[in-house]
Structures are given as C-alpha cells and as structure tokens.
C-alpha cells in the first residue's frame, strides 16, 4: 500500500471481530491510523470526536444499518469517504449508497483484492477534496423500484454508475447490445434522480417510419398532413419535466437528428405545421445497440449529435461476460414465471444451469428469459435436466469470438502498465471471483501454484 496521506485516519465497522482482525493488518501502513468498531452507534461517536478520512462500514450493523450509518457520517463530516461492504449487495443497495455519496460498495468476497486499492483511491480523493475545499454534496434519499439482477464485477459497475449519473440532468448514452437491458438501466437513471416523480417517456427511434417520427417526437397542428385530424402534442411535450428516453438513436434518420440537435442546445422546438415555438425542460437517455463512433465515421450519424448525446455513456456488459450471473437469472425468471402462471416451483439443476453458463447468448438476457419460459412451458416435472433447457446445441468458442474477446481485453487494457502482466493479473482476479474466493480452486483451475496465483496477484 503506497504512503497515505500523513496523520489520516482510518475507521473500520464490522460486527466481526474477525474481519477487523484481518482488515487491520491487511491495510496496516505507516502514518495511517487504524480504528475500530462493533456496532454503528460507537463509529457515530468516533466521527463526532475524531477527524476521519476513511471510513469502511458493513452493511448489515446494530442498532442501525450501514446506510443510515453513511448519511450520519457525510452529515457531521461530509468530507469523509465512506465504503460499505456486504456478502451480497442489492441493485438498490449499491445505486442508493453511491448517490448518497459512498465512495464505493464492495462484495465482502472481493475485499482481499479489491480494499486496499479502494482504500487507497478513497485517500487521494479526500486529499484532494480536502485541497479544494469542497465538501461532498448533500443528496436527498430515494427509493427506487428498478430491479436489475447480478453480483458480477462488471454489472456491479453499472449499478454504481449508474447512482453517480443520476444526481445530474447530463444527458445519458446506454450503450450495448440487443437484450442487454437498456431500457431496465434508463428506467433506474430516472427512478433515482430528482425527476423520478414525473414520467419516464419512451419512444423507440427505430420502430417509427421517418415520416411519423418528427411528428411522435414533436408533435403537430391539425390538418398539418394527412390524417392529422386534430393537435396533437409531441414526447418532448409528454415529458416536460421528466425524462426522455430514446431507444436505439442510431436508426434516427438524419433530417430528424439536426431538429433533435436544436432542442438539445436551447430546448426550443415547434410542432409539425405550426411556426410557434415551444419550450421543454427534460433529461435526455439515449440508447443504441451500434457503434456510434463508427456511425458518426460512416456519415450516418452526426458528429454534433453524438457529443451532445455522450455526456455520459453506460455501457452494458453481454451476458457472456458476465457468466456469473446466468443463475440468479434464470432464477429470477422461473420464479416470476411460474408465480405468473400459478405453477409449482420449478428449479435447475445443477448440469442444467452449467448448459445455460456454456452457451454464447447472443440474444442476450432476453434470449435467456425466452429460454426459461420456453423450458417451463414444456416441462414435464419440476425439475429441469439439460434436455429440458430448448437450446439447439451447445456454440463452441469460434475463432472469432476469441478474437473478439482478446480484441475487447486489449482495449481495456491501462496504456501505462505492461499488457502480458496485467491482462494475466486481471484473468488470475476474475478466476479467483468465480472460484467464490477459493485460491486452491482458482490456481488449479489456471494450472498455477497457489504461491505463484498469490504472486500474480501481487503484482
């Protein structure tokens, strides 16, 4: 752990005395003072005494929990970085926490690689904080009913952004591909920013023919074409105040995107057939399925256009790079299923859910709902064997989908670190994740000592 800032302090809450135990030697390092606590009320009182930089709190405490513990922190010292740990956070648990203001949220597996470097980012930024002199912003709770199921690293990520994104009114760029669940992250954007208590309007770009889209989009005066029998008010009206999502904008025509450029710079527009302006107050979200960069190359999409969109983009990760998730899923699913249909409890099981983490999705998490309810449909017992999962066979790896993949990783790779090393450091951590912490497991599984695992992950 590189040298923190001198003379901070550290404060760690956990009800095990164990996980203090090995917390406070895991992040021991000169000219950082170590804390501890039990319970939520006993950190309250070290806060309210003590100047903490850090603190790392578990969710689940006495007399209350972690969340409540946070707003009572950034209360009294808004200043302080705050990250909660808990087995298994919820969507809701890990969007609230970040537009609360918590710095992070950690699975309790993923703390031996993942809390000191956390730790160490959370003490830089409250240098720099600090420095500024600016204090963490104020941010008023919600509860928000969007429900987005997974544990895995990447879509964790997403949650998180997605807490972040919503305190603003910037316009939001989903991107990803068909099935991942855009529509789900634009709903959780809106349902946790200040413009929840107004309507969330869709209006999928694709799906409209160019002639009819100026109209959905804008509206329009009477007799302004034919079969335009009386006004009609446009999305951006329907919206005003609210949230605008449009789906799949690279299908937007052109003559359509330069109108929708206009409103995004000064919220003016005016119905088709009418010269009188008209103003609107929303939050735009776009999604697409497409490269718009490549688009943009391509003369099919405005470059304008694009940077207005992409003030903050999402990216959704495809179910094959989360395979960690496909059991909750598909869990998820058989539930509210055969609850919908009044069936028995169905479950998978064991080789069945390995049949559905072998196969590629390329439709995504829709394609694995379909799956399921086919399965159900069909099913002649209340437990699904792999013959029962109606898949056409199992899609081996293609080269090209290797390709893809090692295409991805080079992409993601840091420009400033040495690619073998860390691409084989990220391989060894994502190992030891679906392993559930299990280094004897993971190491066999990449054909490595458990030494040499502990040195690469080291490194």
Same mark, same amino acid.
């Given at each position: 752990?590189?040298?923190?800032?001198?003379?901070?302090?550290?404060?760690?809450?956990?009800?095990?005395?164990?996980?203090?135990?090995?917390?406070?030697?895991?992040?021991?390092?000169?000219?950082?003072?170590?804390?501890?606590?039990?319970?939520?009320?006993?950190?309250?009182?070290?806060?309210?005494?003590?100047?903490?930089?850090?603190?790392?709190?578990?969710?689940?405490?006495?007399?209350?929990?972690?969340?409540?513990?946070?707003?009572?922190?950034?209360?009294?010292?808004?200043?302080?970085?705050?990250?909660?740990?808990?087995?298994?956070?919820?969507?809701?648990?890990?969007?609230?926490?970040?537009?609360?203001?918590?710095?992070?949220?950690?699975?309790?597996?993923?703390?031996?690689?993942?809390?000191?470097?956390?730790?160490?980012?959370?003490?830089?930024?409250?240098?720099?904080?600090?420095?500024?002199?600016?204090?963490?912003?104020?941010?008023?709770?919600?509860?928000?009913?969007?429900?987005?199921?997974?544990?895995?690293?990447?879509?964790?990520?997403?949650?998180?952004?997605?807490?972040?994104?919503?305190?603003?009114?910037?316009?939001?760029?989903?991107?990803?591909?068909?099935?991942?669940?855009?529509?789900?992250?634009?709903?959780?954007?809106?349902?946790?920013?200040?413009?929840?208590?107004?309507?969330?309007?869709?209006?999928?770009?694709?799906?409209?023919?160019?002639?009819?889209?100026?109209?959905?989009?804008?509206?329009?005066?009477?007799?302004?074409?034919?079969?335009?029998?009386?006004?009609?008010?446009?999305?951006?009206?329907?919206?005003?105040?609210?949230?605008?999502?449009?789906?799949?904008?690279?299908?937007?025509?052109?003559?359509?995107?330069?109108?929708?450029?206009?409103?995004?710079?000064?919220?003016?527009?005016?119905?088709?057939?009418?010269?009188?302006?008209?103003?609107?107050?929303?939050?735009?979200?776009?999604?697409?399925?497409? !490269?718009?960069?490549?688009?943009?190359? +391509? &003369? $099919?999409?405005? =470059?304008?256009?694009?940077?207005? *969109?992409?003030?903050?983009?999402?990216?959704?990760?495809?179910?094959?790079?989360?395979?960690?998730?496909?059991?909750?899923?598909?869990?998820?699913?058989?539930?509210?299923?055969?609850?919908?249909?009044?069936?028995?409890?169905?479950?998978?099981?064991?080789?069945?859910?390995?049949?559905?983490?072998?196969?590629?999705?390329?439709?995504?998490?829709?394609?694995?709902?379909?799956?399921?309810?086919?399965?159900?449909?069909?099913?002649?017992?209340?437990?699904?064997?792999?013959?029962?999962?109606?898949?056409?066979?199992?899609?081996?790896?293609?080269?090209?989908?290797?390709?893809?993949?090692?295409?991805?990783?080079?992409?993601?790779?840091?420009?400033?670190?040495?690619?073998? !090393?860390?691409?084989?450091?990220?391989? +060894? &951590? $994502?190992?030891? =994740?679906?392993?559930?912490?299990? *280094?004897?497991?993971?190491?066999?599984?990449?054909?490595?000592?458990?030494?040499?695992?502990?040195?690469?992950?080291?490194?």
């Amino acid at each position: 752990m590189s040298e923190p800032i001198p003379e901070d302090t550290l404060l760690l809450v956990d009800p095990d005395l164990d996980f203090l135990d090995w917390a406070t030697k895991h992040l021991f390092a000169r000219n950082l003072k170590i804390l501890r606590c039990d319970n939520a009320a006993n950190a309250v009182k070290v806060v309210e005494k003590t100047p903490v930089g850090v603190v790392v709190a578990a969710m689940e405490l006495e007399p209350f929990d972690g969340m409540e513990l946070l707003g009572r922190i950034l209360q009294h010292s808004p200043n302080t970085m705050v990250i909660l740990t808990a087995g298994f956070p919820s969507t809701g648990q890990i969007i609230e926490a970040t537009q609360r203001g918590a710095h992070d949220v950690l699975r309790k597996e993923s703390l031996p690689f993942e809390l000191r470097t956390v730790v160490e980012s959370a003490l830089q930024m409250r240098e720099e904080r600090r420095s500024a002199g600016k204090p963490a912003a104020e941010l008023p709770k919600n509860d928000g009913r969007v429900k987005m199921i997974g544990i895995s690293r990447a879509l964790q990520g997403v949650f998180k952004m997605v807490g972040r994104v919503a305190r603003s009114d910037a316009p939001v760029l989903i991107a990803g591909e068909s099935g991942t669940g855009k529509e789900l992250v634009a709903k959780a954007v809106h349902e946790y920013s200040p413009r929840h208590h107004k309507e969330m309007i869709t209006i999928n770009c694709g799906a409209i023919p160019e002639n009819l889209l100026e109209s959905e989009l804008f509206g329009h005066e009477k007799g302004s074409f034919t079969g335009a029998i009386a006004r009609r008010a446009g999305r951006f009206e329907q919206a005003d105040g609210g949230t605008l999502f449009l789906d799949e904008i690279g299908d937007m025509p052109l003559s359509i995107q330069v109108k929708l450029l206009r409103v995004l710079q000064d919220g003016s527009f005016s119905r088709v057939g009418s010269n009188e302006n008209l103003t609107t107050d929303v939050r735009i979200i776009a999604a697409t399925h497409k !490269n718009l960069t490549e688009e943009v190359a +391509a &003369g $099919r999409f405005r =470059e304008d256009l694009y940077y207005r *969109l992409n003030v903050v983009e999402i990216r959704i990760p495809a179910l094959r790079e989360r395979i960690e998730d496909i059991p909750l899923l598909a869990e998820f699913f058989l539930q509210r299923i055969t609850r919908k249909n009044g069936m028995a409890r169905i479950r998978l099981t064991a080789e069945a859910i390995n049949l559905l983490q072998s196969h590629t999705w390329p439709g995504n998490v829709r394609e694995l709902e379909n799956t399921i309810a086919r399965a159900c449909a069909l099913a002649t017992s209340n437990i699904l064997l792999p013959a029962d999962i109606p898949l056409a066979s199992i899609p081996g790896k293609s080269p090209a989908m290797l390709n893809g993949a090692i295409d991805q990783l080079i992409n993601l790779a840091p420009t400033d670190e040495d690619l073998l !090393n860390w691409a084989s450091r990220e391989i +060894a &951590g $994502r190992m030891v =994740e679906r392993a559930d912490g299990d *280094l004897k497991e993971a190491a066999l599984a990449l054909q490595l000592s458990v030494a040499d695992l502990r040195s690469l992950l080291k490194n």
